[in-house]
């Protein structure tokens, strides 16, 4: 009789198998492992895979919906054949038969509004919780306050999207779901996942038991071999409704928003060069100004020290015929004073004495007063001559040397002295200032001859460095090494005194050339003569240039 | 009794020896127009029968300064007992000082009275015991 039972299940396997079976499934909300969409249609994991293997194995799916506890009581009741989505416990191990594969591990999770609020399952003390009527976790929950001693309000739901929205109305403070409909919907309600996760279980497919056991086999032939390879429709579908947030579903406004981050980006990238680049030209144009800064504070630096020497020189070379005349003006007094006396007393020798007394003190005085006007004089010169500015010209240097020297014709046939002009180039530079160099360079040499040797004076030319140099070479007194760096100094003569001269034409000459980009010096042995060597730029030009931006 | 002189210029040199002459002063006044006149005399060896009891030093001289004598003429041992006075115009502090830092027995500033400048070579003249004369031994 046994034998007669267990094949008459066979042959009904068989033939359901063959023709084609119409198996009733219950559907309950628990997106996305399974759920009716607003169409009416049966989505999720456990609907795909049921889908897939019902199309191999030939089955006729009848998809039941209802709340999960009328789901629960139609399976129990045998009212409907299976159930998807059903976790294992050991009192409904009682009443059922699950598949051996799991469809997902899923766990319970609490949702609240903010998680600031609920870190511990002590914090949910007086709140008011919605949990999901006869559900799996929501029974575990529950257990889970009573063994912690957590008093909270329990408000039974349908469904789990009921408790969500509840949740996000703030008619409750918390919801308990399981992980896979939270992490699902948790985008789209305004809700937070908390700390606080419990009871892991295994969601699988069921019959009642003892009935339908070739749906059970079926199943788990169909997801045991999916579960092997990698790239199984079993695989696929779980990719796809656990990520339900893929690139393709991206909202327009985060495609506007990312372009205009690219804008922006973009924008501040152009404007990072635009800066960059007005900050590079500014810093190269400060270095400039630096530069030409630092030139004129040297040049500043220069002047001052020169305005102070000649301001010490000045004021010892104008005290000394002061000192004259107010030596003088105390002896004229004296002589005057005997002058009249003797005068009086008829003193004929006396007076004549006084008289010619007199005359040496005007002589004296007259000096004083001369040498006064001379260094006043210099001084303006000077003066007028640093004030002054310069026009540049082409100067044909060999007729310059030449129409100096022919200027002083006389004393060079007088003296006797052999004056050679070498060939020389056109430069460009004051005519004016140039002239007084050439004609001051060539009256020293001619003034500080030898007494009794035949003068030689030489003029010379190269060009060396960029520059032009000149040269006026004698062979005269020259100069002590000590008192070189003298001689261009105001006023200040050095060796004997016995030729004329106010000790300004070696300023004189550096200050000219130095208006005109040059500079002059001088190398000179004492009994063997002199040579004064002056620069002009190559390129005046550019000097003039350079020097009219200031 | 030779009084030796430096200067350059003769306007001053000139009212120097005017005032020695009015002075009374017997002796010798040499003058020389810059430092190394004076140098070269006194390394010459017939400078014996001049040899100064005073130098009166202008300071600002062409070629080799007044500083320069002074620093040689006192670091010399055959002259540093020479007395020197040093005629100046300029008068600073740090002259001054400097002067006496070299050994200069007297700083007399230019343009100076005639009483100044007498009151000065008497006190060298009576400090050296070199001259009996009554205006110059008080």
Redesign the interface.
């Known amino acids: 009789m046994k034998r007669i039972a267990v094949f008459a299940v066979l042959f009904s396997i068989i033939i359901t198998g063959v023709n084609g079976v119409t198996i009733k499934v219950g559907v309950y909300n628990n997106k996305p492992q399974l759920f009716v969409d607003d169409d009416g249609r049966v989505k999720g994991i456990a609907a795909d895979l049921l889908n897939y293997i019902a199309e191999r194995e030939g089955w006729e799916l009848e998809y039941v919906q209802g709340s999960w506890a009328q789901c629960y009581e139609r399976l129990k009741s045998g009212e409907n054949d299976m159930q998807a989505v059903i976790g294992v416990t050991g009192e409904r191990l009682n009443y059922f038969d699950y598949s051996s594969n799991r469809l997902l591990l899923a766990w319970g999770a609490v949702y609240v509004n903010d998680t600031g609020d609920v870190k511990t399952i002590f914090d949910l003390e007086g709140k008011r919780i919605a949990n999901l009527k006869k559900g799996l976790i929501a029974g575990r929950f529950v257990k889970l306050l009573a063994e912690y001693g957590v008093q909270a309000e329990i408000v039974m739901t349908d469904s789990l999207i009921e408790a969500l929205r509840l949740l996000d109305e703030k008619k409750v403070d918390a919801a308990v779901l399981n992980r896979v409909m939270g992490e699902y919907y948790e985008h789209e309600f305004n809700v937070e996942r908390s700390p606080i996760i419990f009871g892991a279980f295994e969601s699988k497919f069921a019959v009642r038991k003892g009935t339908n056991a070739f749906i059970i086999k079926a199943i788990d032939r169909h997801v045991e071999k999916l579960k092997k390879e990698k790239d199984s429709f079993y695989y696929r579908t779980l990719n796809k409704w656990l990520h339900p947030h893929p690139l393709s579903d991206v909202p327009d406004w985060a495609y506007f928003a990312a372009a205009l981050i690219v804008v922006i980006a973009l924008i501040s990238s152009g404007t990072s060069l635009y800066w960059r680049k007005i900050i590079f030209d500014q810093t190269q144009s400060m270095s400039r100004q630096n530069s030409k800064l630092k030139k004129y504070s040297s040049e500043l630096r220069r002047i001052n020290i020169e305005l102070k020497d000649v301001l010490r020189i000045v004021s ?1 070379d104008v ?6 005349l ?3 003006n ?2 004229l007094k004296l002589h005057i004073s005997a002058l009249l006396s003797a005068a009086e007393a008829g003193d004929k020798e006396k007076y004549l004495e006084a008289k010619a007394d007199i005359t ?1 003190d005007m002589f ?1 005085i007259d ?2 007063v001369k040498k006064i006007n001379r260094l006043i004089s210099s001084v303006h010169k000077i003066s007028k001559l640093e004030r002054s500015g310069i026009e540049p010209v082409d100067i044909d240097m060999f007729k310059l040397f030449s129409k100096c020297a022919e200027s002083m014709r006389y004393q060079i046939l007088q003296s006797g002295t052999e004056l050679h002009i070498n060939p020389m180039p056109h430069v460009r530079a004051d005519y004016k200032s140039i002239e007084l160099v050439v004609s001051n360079l060539l009256d020293n040499a001619l003034k500080y001859l030898k007494d009794g040797v035949p003068g030689r004076i030489e003029t010379g030319y190269e060009e060396v460095k960029g520059e032009h140099i000149f040269s006026v070479r004698d062979n005269g007194v020259g100069i ?1 090494s000590n ?1 070189i760096d003298k001689i261009f100094k105001i006023f200040k ?5 016995d030729k004329p001269g106010d000790g300004i034409g070696l300023n004189y000459v550096q200050t000219a050339l130095r208006q005109n980009g040059g500079r002059v010096w001088c190398e000179s042995s004492l009994g063997e003569g002199s040579v004064f060597y002056f620069s002009l730029p190559l390129n005046a030009y550019a000097r003039s240039e350079e020097g009219g931006e200031g | 009794m030779t009084i030796l002189h430096v200067e350059d210029d003769p306007a001053h040199a000139h009212l120097v020896r005017k005032n020695l002459k009015r002075s009374e002063y017997p002796g010798n006044v040499i003058n020389f127009e810059d430092g190394r006149q004076i140098i070269d005399f006194l390394n010459k060896k017939e400078s014996g029968e001049y040899y100064p009891f005073v130098i009166l030093l202008d300071l600002n001289l062409p070629g080799i300064d007044g500083f320069e004598v002074l620093k040689t003429v006192k670091d010399d041992k055959d002259t540093m007992r020479i007395p020197v006075i040093v005629l100046s115009t300029n008068g600073e502090k740090s002259e001054v000082d400097s002067c006496y830092e070299k050994g200069a027995n007297f700083y007399v500033r230019k343009p100076f009275d005639y009483s100044e400048f007498s009151a000065a070579v008497r006190k060298i003249a009576a400090l050296f015991e070199l001259i009996e004369s009554p205006s110059y031994s008080s």
């Open positions: 010892h005290k000394s015929p002061l000192v004259s107010s030596g003088f105390g002896e040496e004296f000096s004083a002590r008192d003569r050095v060796g004997a005194h």
